[in-house]
Nanobody, 127 residues
């Protein structure tokens, strides 16, 4: 059973940066899809970035691709999301997700393709 634990959230000023981390345990596949989703108050869950763990290939939501960077440390079984130039609209609970790789790309948009989820970490950006 894959377990995911996020860390690194907090309150920051607009224009600042933040790095979120996701520690994964119970991973047995050499290639999985992992992703970051977020959910703002009163809104649905939105995917922001995904990564294919086997080769590190990444995909981004077009809305955030210039400010968000997803990465992994395979040795540590961790995934990170670095967010630059934070905006108040980035305020949300950020979730780490993992799922089986189906042989193609790792969806950044479809939450149901991911079977495992962390508890989430709150990011609050003030103007």
């Amino acid at each position: 059973q894959v377990q995911l634990t996020e860390s690194g959230g907090g309150s920051v000023q607009a224009g600042g940066s933040l790095r979120l981390s996701c520690a994964a345990s119970g991973v047995t596949s050499s290639t999985m899809c992992m992703a970051w989703f977020r959910q703002a108050p009163g809104k649905g869950r939105e995917g922001v970035a995904s990564i294919r763990t086997g080769d590190g290939r990444t995909w981004y939501n077009e809305r955030v691709k210039d400010r968000f960077t997803i990465s992994q440390d395979k040795a540590q079984n961790t995934m990170s999301l670095h967010i630059n130039s934070l905006e108040p609209e980035d305020t949300a609970v950020y979730y780490c997700a993992a799922g089986a790789w189906d042989g193609s790309y790792c969806s950044v948009a479809i939450a149901r393709t991911y079977s495992y989820w962390g508890q989430g970490t709150q990011v609050t950006v003030s103007s």
